[in-house]
């Protein structure tokens, strides 16, 4: 069975998303990545010690991947008959797996958590209703398509040698071109949410934007990122990245510290996969509450200080 | 300037969803209102009409029910709204969605179509990119500023590290994200004016397509419960009970 694994790139390598997915990939059958970015020997090195026999590489250069890199791959889905084609549920898959199911007519099953191929198709797990369910969806049709939420899967390495590459010529996506002119980061210090072992994360009940530099106070002695809920990311109060959640990152750090946070379904999706999860707030009903290891009723403004000289006092 | 806004209908989030025994597919009340998410398109529609003289039209798959949610984005000041509403739709999946939406759009004209990242209650977050595909223009997606004009669009769209700033001309679709812009609040006058505004329902038959198979929910099981641990109540050293579990996970 052939499977195909979508990477984006991220600093020059493959992306951990795309990586993750690998791992389950290589259990279903044999792998080819499609790696978004430039080809480099390590590139395919690493791809091959995740499990990819072989690496399709589509380079969209200064165009927006999603039209030309669809095109690219329907045709070639339609000449290999893959078995299946997974994404991570991050910007750019999304984009290229929407419109590779629309140009090859077939559905698309989305927020996966995980992924089984049948003989006809396939068959996903997703958490509903802020996890506490989890419904079975199935699609008979081939390839099927899948998009897979980060964090389902542990990226590993299994050893392979390097995946033998092959260049994915993109065509002109004519009227449907976009152009990617500039390209911005944001400054990015301490350890990213994706990958810290410790997670601070604050919501409204902070009570003010000028009151997450506690949060990243608190981040520091205990080399944590820092973490948010859309509430307070939508009244601008911190950058979208770093949204945890259901239309944020899902995140599983070993240590998962919810300040102010209620623990709405959308939060939790996101989070309550964590090690050890404490929350601090002040109503004794939060549901936040019931997915946590350590729960403090008590005021954000007088926990926090004195816990982060606890800390820096150490 | 022809702008079309998609909105969609849904159960009050505040309200527990429930879905249909046997199909697994999502109960929906005759009362529904406008996914929120879809508030910051419309506004986003409304302010690019308005600066390019032209109208914005809402196109809306689902049942129409008592179309209180289309209502709402009908009184914050769009011009008139289509939906599609047809008993075969029930279940559709995000492509069957998408060739609905594109065959109404298709239908009223468009320079620039604009929708959500994702909705609330289906949350496929592909429903744009397919709409794109299937009316062949560009997908800009994930906007998180946006400036157009009558023949171009560039918008800062969202990325891991930060944004990028991508053009193209139009037609085009536009995928928004929370916080684009400051959605208005209906105003009086624009909850009176709205209960007279174009309300068009199509079916499919209207619009010569036929629905696709329905998305097959197979099983929904419990997941496996997170169990609650200690609560404690801070008598101004709860901090102490955080040191210490942190020193017993060995972070400290
Ligand atoms: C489609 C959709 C997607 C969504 N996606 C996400 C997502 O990805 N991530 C996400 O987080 N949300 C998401 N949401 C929003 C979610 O439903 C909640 O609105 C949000 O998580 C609430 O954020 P909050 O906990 O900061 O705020 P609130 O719910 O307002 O909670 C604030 C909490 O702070 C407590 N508090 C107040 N004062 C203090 C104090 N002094 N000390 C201690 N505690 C205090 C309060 O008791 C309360 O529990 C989504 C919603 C929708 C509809
Ligand atoms: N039934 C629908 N009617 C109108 N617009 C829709 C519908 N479903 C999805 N959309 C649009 O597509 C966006 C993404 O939805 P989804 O792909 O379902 O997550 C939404 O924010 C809407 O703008």
């Known amino acids: ?314 | 300037m022809r702008v079309v806004a998609c909105v969609k209908q849904i159960p009050d989030p505040s309200t527990p969803y429930k879905l249909e025994e046997g199909t697994g597919w999502l109960l929906r009340p005759n009362d529904q209102v406008l996914d929120d998410t879809d508030r910051y398109g419309v506004e986003m529609g409304l302010q690019i009409a308005q600066a390019n003289g032209g109208t914005l039209t809402l196109v809306s798959m689902g049942p129409t029910g008592s179309a209180q949610g289309i209502r709402q984005a009908l009184a914050m000041g769009a011009d008139k709204a289509v939906i599609v509403d047809d008993a075969t739709l029930r279940g559709a999946d995000a492509l069957t969605t998408a060739r609905v939406l594109a065959a109404a759009i298709g239908k009223e004209g468009f320079d620039l179509v604009i929708t959500g990242t994702e909705s609330t209650d289906g949350y496929a977050g592909v429903v744009p990119q397919m709409l794109a595909e299937l009316l062949g223009v560009p997908s800009l997606t994930y906007a998180t500023s946006v400036e157009a004009s009558s023949d171009q669009v560039k918008i800062h769209r969202q990325t891991v590290t930060g944004y990028d700033v991508v053009t193209s001309g139009l037609p085009a679709v536009l995928s928004v994200t929370a916080g684009v812009v400051e959605p208005r609040y209906p105003t009086f006058k624009g909850i009176m004016d709205a209960k007279k505004k174009p309300l068009e329902t199509l079916t499919l038959a209207d619009l010569g397509i036929e629905a696709g198979p329905a998305q097959e929910v197979t099983g929904v099981n419990p997941a496996p419960e997170r169990e609650a641990g200690r609560k404690i109540e801070d008598d101004g050293s709860a901090h102490l009970a955080i040191i210490e579990l942190l020193e017993q996970k060995k972070v400290i």
């Open chain 1, 1 to 314: 069975m052939s499977v195909w694994v979508f990477v984006e790139s991220s600093e020059g390598g493959p992306a951990s998303a795309g990586l993750e997915i690998m791992s389950r990939a290589r259990e279903l059958g044999e792998v080819t990545a499609i790696y978004l970015g430039s080809a480099s020997d390590e590139v395919a090195a690493t791809l091959g010690d995740h499990g990819a026999a072989r690496v399709l590489v589509a380079d969209p250069g200064d165009r927006l991947a999603a039209a030309p890199v669809a095109a690219a791959l329907a045709a070639r889905a339609e000449s290999e008959q893959p078995q299946a084609i997974l994404f991570a549920q991050t910007y750019d898959s999304r984009d290229v797996a929407g419109r590779l199911a629309a140009r090859l007519g077939v559905g698309v099953l989305s927020n996966a958590n995980a992924v089984r191929l049948t003989d006809s198709g396939a068959e996903t797990d997703h958490e509903v209703f802020g996890g506490t369910e989890i419904a079975t969806a199935a699609i008979e049709q081939r390839p099927a398509i899948v998009i897979v939420r980060p964090k389902s899967y542990t990226a590993e390495p299994a050893g392979g040698s390097p995946a033998a590459v092959e260049t994915l010529d993109l065509p002109d996506a004519g009227a449907a071109e976009a152009k990617v002119v500039e390209s911005h980061a944001e400054e990015r210090e301490g350890p990213q949410l994706g990958d810290a072992k410790v997670v601070v994360a604050a919501g409204r009940g902070i009570g003010s934007a000028e009151a997450y530099e506690m949060i990243e106070r608190l981040a520091k002695p205990l080399n944590a990122a820092t973490g948010a809920t859309r509430a307070i990311v939508d009244s601008g109060w911190v950058p979208y990245s770093k949204q945890v959640g259901q239309t944020g990152k899902t995140v599983k750090p070993d240590v998962y510290i919810a300040v102010g946070i209620s623990g709405a379904m959308q939060h939790l999706v996101g989070m309550k996969d964590s090690g050890t999860i404490i929350a601090i707030n002040k109503d004794p009903d939060a549901p936040i509450f019931s997915v946590a290891d350590l729960g403090i009723v008590g005021d954000a403004g007088q926990v926090v200080p004195k816990l982060i000289e606890a800390l820096e006092s150490r």
